[in-house]
C-alpha cells in the first residue's frame, strides 16, 4: 500500500514537471510574435496594397512634430495612390501661401512602383504627380513594421515622416 502511494506521488510529480517543461520562456514568445509580425509584413509588401500612417515628421526647417493626434495616411495600391499628410517646411514656387494644398495632398496612379529586399527590411520607392507636384516617396520598412517615408518634391522641402504600415482600413460611407 506504502510503494502504491509512493508511485501515484512520483506519477503525478513527474506530470507536473512535464507540463512546465513545455511552457514556453519569455524568450520564444517574443521570437514567435516578431516572427508573425514580418510574415504579416511580408504579406503587405508582396500585395503592394498598405497604409502608411505617420506617428512624427521631420523637416529641414522644424523639428520633429508629434501627429498621433493629426489624422494622417498614405494608401499604397499597384494602381492607385491616395495622401493625405501635413506638411510642415517650406514651400516654393508653385504653391499659394495659405491655401487649401498645404499638406501633401493628391491621389492618382503611380508612374513608378518599385520594391527591393534588403538585410534589414524593405525598401519602396514611389513616384507619382499631383496637381501641381512631382512626388518621389522613398519608405524603408523593417521586419518589425516601423516605416521611415522620405518626400521630395519639386515645389516643397524634403520632409521625413516616421510611423508604421499596417492593412488599409475602408472608408466608412454614410
Do not use: W
Not at 538585410?119 to 496637381?131: F, L, T
Amino acid at each position: 500500500m506504502k510503494t502504491h502511494k509512493i508511485v501515484v506521488l512520483l506519477l503525478l510529480c513527474c506530470s507536473f514537471f512535464i507540463g512546465f517543461s513545455q511552457e514556453k520562456t519569455k524568450k520564444q514568445l517574443r521570437a514567435e510574435k516578431r516572427l508573425e509580425k514580418e510574415r504579416e509584413i511580408e504579406k503587405l509588401i508582396n500585395a503592394k496594397e498598405f497604409e502608411f500612417v505617420a506617428q512624427n515628421s521631420n523637416s529641414q526647417t522644424f523639428r520633429f512634430v508629434d501627429l498621433t493626434t493629426n489624422p494622417n495616411f498614405i494608401k499604397f495600391k499597384p494602381d492607385f495612390i491616395k495622401s493625405d499628410m501635413p506638411f510642415f517646411g517650406r514651400g516654393y514656387s508653385g504653391l499659394a501661401y495659405g491655401g487649401s494644398d498645404a499638406g501633401l495632398k493628391f491621389e492618382g496612379k503611380p508612374e513608378k512602383f518599385t520594391v527591393k529586399k534588403e538585410k534589414k527590411g524593405y525598401i519602396i520607392d514611389v513616384a507619382i504627380k499631383g496637381q501641381q507636384d512631382y512626388f518621389n516617396m522613398t519608405l524603408s520598412v523593417s521586419f518589425e513594421g516601423s516605416t521611415t517615408l522620405s518626400v521630395i518634391s519639386n515645389n516643397r522641402a524634403p520632409i521625413n515622416y516616421f510611423g508604421e504600415i499596417m492593412p488599409i482600413k475602408e472608408e466608412k460611407k454614410e
